[in-house]
């Protein structure tokens, strides 16, 4: 079955600056990628998603790119602010399977005032 | 975007009583949903997969007597918790899928005193 990794497990940034968090997968038949950002006490919101026809997808401050031979996607987050502090999990799927989303350890996100 | 609701969002009942968590998908038709078991600082554990009119899947070591799960329409599933014990308390997230995305309802925190 899929295995995804997810690294770092936390990260620390000063408002402003970047954050990028990094996911591998292990099932090369996997072709959705979607990034959640779970705030404590709620449910993950779907933020991003990546498909595999596809090497980068931005959404303002919020970018993903994938590395389809490499079989590893990342979530790129510019200009942080306070609020972007939570957990934010990848998983990976075979769209249109039935298979279950494959996730990511996640990340607790920490931006610095 | 699309909307998945659950209610309560937390709920304290004693041992040995059973609990009934509803997930809604608002403004889409889900024909699968998904519950999931969060503990604290960790991932998303996937407890079973529910098709509309059809009996639910359970993953591996989820006891399906304990766990029951309803699926009546395209827009609503339960979850209820038979005979809850203190370490069923967690939080509990339902997901529904239109298609190829996978959307998150709030959570319920379920407390067993």
């Known amino acids: 079955g899929e295995n995804v990794e997810q690294h770092p497990s936390t990260l620390s940034v000063q408002e402003g600056d970047s954050a990028v968090i990094k996911c591998t997968y292990s099932?090369?038949?996997?072709?959705?990628f979607p990034w959640y950002k779970q705030e404590l006490g709620k449910g993950p919101q779907l933020i991003i998603d990546?498909?595999?026809?596809?090497g980068e997808k931005k959404d303002q401050r919020i970018a993903v790119t994938l590395n389809k031979t490499a079989k590893h996607f990342s979530l790129h987050i510019t200009e942080t602010q306070p609020e972007d502090s939570a957990v934010y999990f990848c998983?990976?799927?075979?769209?249109?399977?039935?298979?279950?989303?494959?996730f990511g350890s996640g990340t607790q996100l920490t931006v610095l005032p | 975007g699309a909307v998945v609701s659950q209610h309560p969002s937390w709920v304290i009942c004693k041992s040995g009583t059973s609990v009934k968590i509803e997930c809604r998908s608002l403004?889409?038709?889900?024909?699968?949903m998904f519950w999931y078991r969060q503990f604290p600082k960790q991932s998303l554990m996937l407890m079973a997969t529910s098709n509309e009119g059809s009996k639910a899947t359970y993953e591996q070591g989820v006891e399906k007597d304990k766990f029951l799960i309803n699926h009546a329409s395209l827009t609503l599933s339960t979850l209820t918790v038979t005979s809850a014990h203190p370490e069923d308390s967690s939080f509990y997230i339902c997901?529904?899928?239109?298609?190829?995305?996978?959307?998150f309802g709030p959570g319920t925190r379920l407390t067993v005193t």
């Open positions: 998983a990976a799927i075979i769209s249109g399977s039935a298979r279950q989303l494959t």
């Open positions: 403004d889409f038709q889900a024909t699968t």
């Open positions: 990546i498909r595999s026809n596809v």
């Open positions: 997901s529904a899928r239109p298609l190829y995305e996978q959307y």
């Open positions: 099932d090369s038949a996997s072709n959705y």
